[in-house]
């Protein structure tokens, strides 16, 4: 069709994440994460066609007592092609339920904060998912 497809874009704002996770210590190798995704976003402003390479550009844009966003901005220079949002979760996979961010992993949070993104529609509003501070 000549331009990246829609999912590409979250694939990229993943490799930014499990980067930023790699640097906090939150993953050490492939099969181990103290966290889970519970809401992704993503919108588009232009189609990316035939760029050699993309940026992705990730932020801490708020941090609860069991949840974090992660903000994202996809662009080459000065193009912005899509912007977007994660929540993840702490998580205990062996009891399965979620679990309170460490001050540890709070101050390293902190070290990656930023203004949050500016988004159309329901993610502008305090609305942080069900369950979910």
């Known amino acids: ?17 499990v980067e930023l996770a ?3 210590g939150m993953i050490r190798d492939m099969s181990s994460s103290s966290f889970i995704v519970a809401m992704a976003h993503c919108e588009y402003k ?7 390479r993309v ?9 609860g007592d069991r949840s974090w966003d992660l903000d994202y901005t996809v662009s080459a220079g000065r193009v912005e092609f899509a912007i977007g949002r994660t929540t993840q979760v702490g998580y ?24 949050p993104l500016r988004f159309r529609g329901l993610l502008n509003s305090s609305w942080a998912g069900p369950g979910v501070s």
């Open 1 to 17: 069709m000549g331009h990246v497809n829609h999912a590409v874009y979250l694939q990229y704002m993943e490799t930014a994440r």
């Open 22 to 24: 790699r640097r906090l």
């Open 46 to 52: 232009k189609p990316i066609r035939d760029e050699p």
């Open 55 to 63: 940026t992705v550009s990730c932020l801490v844009s708020r941090i």
């Open 92 to 115: 205990d996979y062996h009891t399965r339920s979620t679990v309170r961010i460490s001050e540890k992993l709070r101050k390293a949070l902190g070290k990656y904060s930023g203004k």
